[in-house]
């Protein structure tokens, strides 16, 4: 079974430029989540979806930032302007909400490797 | 969600149990303890997580004490490939949980 993907690995820009994140998640998840993760820190939760819809955007700074998951499947998450402090790795993760699903597999994460975004 | 308390950093010698400990004392009665692990320059990985029993699988133990407001991950045979930061992270399970990750410990597995 594939992973979760993303792409690109790395993206180096400068501030006030703007800048795209691809992930697609593990098949069949209809959960997928957006995470920031700042050099020495923990991922911290940005957005969540079920299937094309928006559970959690609390954390999301929506005067630049903006994700979607138009069908459900793959999601975009945008920033726009950078500035110097969106310098992270920037997370997806999966999870699967079918009911026939063990326990375990209803309640893991699946994370992709990142996105390493400098902004200079 | 409840929130956690970990050591910064760990030394274990390659071989030997490594004994990650964790204090949730505002757990509450619907919430896991998971654990989750980063190696370096890769996303999180899932290790286990518990309710109130302690359990086991292949890559670790989790004992949970019985009041629940700490917790212990066991790597029983600590390799040099379980260098890595291990988060201990409390949620509400399935639809309504949430991850908020702390900032771990980092374990170095010695040779």
């Known amino acids: 079974e594939a992973g979760v993907a993303q792409s690109p690995r790395y993206k180096i820009i400068e501030k006030r430029q703007s800048v795209a994140f691809w992930c697609n998640p593990i098949?069949?998840?209809?959960?997928l989540y957006w995470y920031q993760q700042i050099l020495g820190q923990g991922p911290k939760l940005l957005i969540q979806?079920?299937?094309?819809?928006?559970?959690?955007d609390s954390q999301l700074p929506k005067d630049r930032f903006s994700a979607e998951r138009l069908k459900g499947v793959d999601s975009t998450l945008k920033i726009q302007p950078a500035k110097l402090e969106d310098s992270a790795v920037y997370l997806c993760?999966?999870?699967?909400?079918?009911?026939?699903?063990?326990?375990?597999?209803?309640?893991?994460?699946?994370f992709g490797p990142g996105t390493r975004l400098l902004v200079l | 969600d409840a929130k956690t308390t970990q050591p910064t950093s760990m030394d274990c010698a390659e071989g030997r149990a490594a004994n990650l400990p964790c204090n949730h004392s505002?757990?509450?009665?619907?919430?896991?303890v998971y654990w989750y692990r980063q190696i370096h320059s890769q996303g999180p990985q899932y290790i286990i997580h518990g309710l109130k029993n302690n359990e086991t699988n292949e890559m670790a133990s989790l004992i949970i004490t019985e009041d629940r407001k700490s917790s212990t991950l066991i790597l029983p045979h600590a390799t040099l490939r379980d260098t890595a930061v291990y988060y201990c992270?409390?949620?509400?399970?399935?639809?309504?949980?949430?991850?908020?990750f702390g900032q771990g410990t980092t374990l170095q597995v010695k040779p």
């Open positions: 992270i409390v949620a509400r399970g399935y639809n309504t949980g949430k991850l908020i």
């Open positions: 979806f079920q299937n094309n819809g928006v559970v959690d």
């Open positions: 098949s069949g998840h209809a959960t």
């Open positions: 505002t757990i509450s009665g619907n919430e896991y």
């Open positions: 993760a999966s999870r699967t909400s079918r009911s026939g699903s063990g326990g375990v597999e209803r309640e893991t994460q699946y």
